[in-house]
T-cell receptor
Framework: TQLLEQSPQFLSIQEGENLTVYCNSSSVFSSLQWYRQEPGEGPVLLVT?????EVKKLKRLTFQFGDARKDSSLHITAAQPGDTGLYLC??????????FGTGTRLKVLA | KAGVTQTPRYLIKTRGQQVTLSCSPI?????VSWYQQTPGQGLQFLFE???????NKGNFPGRFSGRQFSNSRSEMNVSTLELGDSALYLC?????????????FGSGTRLTVV
């Protein structure tokens, strides 16, 4: 059973466009992380959100944790080719349990 | 400081063989987790070690095993390899051993079983 569903699964956009990726669950998570993974490499941690309703910004990336801590979103403003990659959300449930989302593969065309 | 180091980067094995993968976490990190990543299943949790003890285990058959040494380095072993074991195996380390802080991943070992 996949507890973290991401949408869309694939996204191909032109440079300069905005986009939003969603990470949804029916379960409550104590925290959520977002990672970006490039081909042949491991995921790289982008951000951690812990508090319901929390919003964090990382340059052109905006991350939000749902009020009920069951969902999260990642918004990219003015996407660039360097944003291309696999975006993964991951949730912590308790101290030792950690689950990854299904992933969103983003391609930004120049 | 050095990141998470996984060796080897690439490996080709024959069905029925066994394989051992190695992971050196970031200095000072005591938690090491292993994941299997395939196109169809995404990232699947294998197991987590903290201070040489397996603290959590995913839903994989007993052919998959691991261990952690006193210096926090970890190895995972897969015996009697099957074609379906072909995947990118990722190691992740954490200083706190708690999921709330996220993990630092290595570049992975790409295992191909033929």
């Amino acid at each position: 059973t996949q507890l973290l569903e991401q949408s869309p699964q694939f996204l191909s956009i032109q440079e300069g466009e905005n986009l939003t990726v969603y990470c949804n669950s029916s379960s409550v998570f104590s925290s959520l992380q977002w990672y970006r993974q490039e081909p042949g490499e491991g995921p790289v941690l982008l951000v951690t959100v812990v508090t319901g309703g929390e919003v964090k910004k990382l340059k052109r990336l905006t991350f939000q944790f749902g009020d009920a801590r069951k969902d999260s979103s990642l918004h990219i403003t003015a996407a660039q080719p360097g944003d291309t990659g696999l975006y993964l959300c991951a949730g912590g449930r308790g101290t030792y349990k950690y689950i990854f989302g299904t992933g969103t593969r983003l391609k930004v065309l120049a | 400081k050095a990141g998470v180091t996984q060796t080897p980067r690439y490996l080709i094995k024959t069905r029925g063989q066994q394989v051992t993968l190695s992971c050196s976490p970031i200095s000072g990190h005591r938690s090491v987790s292993w994941y299997q990543q395939t196109p169809g299943q995404g990232l699947q949790f294998l197991f987590e070690y903290f201070s040489e003890t397996q603290r959590n285990k995913g839903n994989f058959p007993g052919r998959f095993s691991g261990r952690q040494f006193s210096n926090s380095r970890s190895e995972m072993n897969v015996s009697t390899l099957e074609l379906g074991d072909s995947a990118l195996y990722l190691c992740a380390s954490s200083s706190h051993g708690e999921a709330n802080y996220g993990y630092t991943f290595g570049s992975g070992t790409r295992l191909t079983v033929v």
